[in-house]
């Protein structure tokens, strides 16, 4: 059930990389291949219990977009969804997950991702683990009038059409 359609969770596809190497554990998305969009990375230095995990609810846009050429999304709106995460536990009954220093680096500028234009102002937390993901219903906080898609220039900058 989860997906673009009920949520807004976005369906954009990556070659997206996890790697543990001494210490660390990093992962990595590129779009495309060899075109690195973002890298994580973490020092895990504590064991997360499951009395540790705190589900908060996730905000997403939903655009679904007409099929007419040049008609505005038939839908826009944001959809808040409560999320319940339940951390898996191994054999020894310990959790599997971890927290500990992190950063998050947007790596390359993109016309086709400009994700590199958001700033990583601090952190918060970093972690990592093995979850079940609970995902019950969501509700729509907000409905926007749908209006004619912006003209972008060649950076990605909305341009007046």
Do not use: H
Not at 96 to 101: L, Q
Not at 110 to 133: A, D, E, H, Q, T
């Amino acid at each position: 059930m989860g997906g673009r359609e009920p949520y807004g969770f976005p369906k954009l596809f990556a070659n997206i990389e996890w790697v543990r190497e001494r210490n660390l554990i990093s992962a990595y998305a590129e779009r495309p291949t060899g075109k690195r969009v973002c890298t994580g990375v973490l020092r895990p230095r504590d064991i997360l219990s499951p009395q540790d995990i705190v589900s908060n609810p996730l905000v997403t846009l939903k655009v679904i977009p007409s099929p007419e050429e040049n008609a505005p999304p038939e839908v826009c709106e944001l959809v808040l969804t409560p999320t319940s995460f339940e951390l898996l536990t191994g054999a020894d009954g310990r959790g599997e997950g971890f927290s500990g220093p992190g950063n998050l680096t947007f790596d390359s500028d993109s016309v086709l991702n400009s994700f590199f234009r958001l700033p990583v102002k601090r952190m918060i937390s970093s972690s990592w683990g093995r979850y079940n993901m609970m995902l019950p219903c969501g509700k729509v906080i907000k409905r926007y009038k749908p209006v004619v898609p912006a003209v972008c220039n060649e950076i990605g900058d909305p341009q007046p059409s």
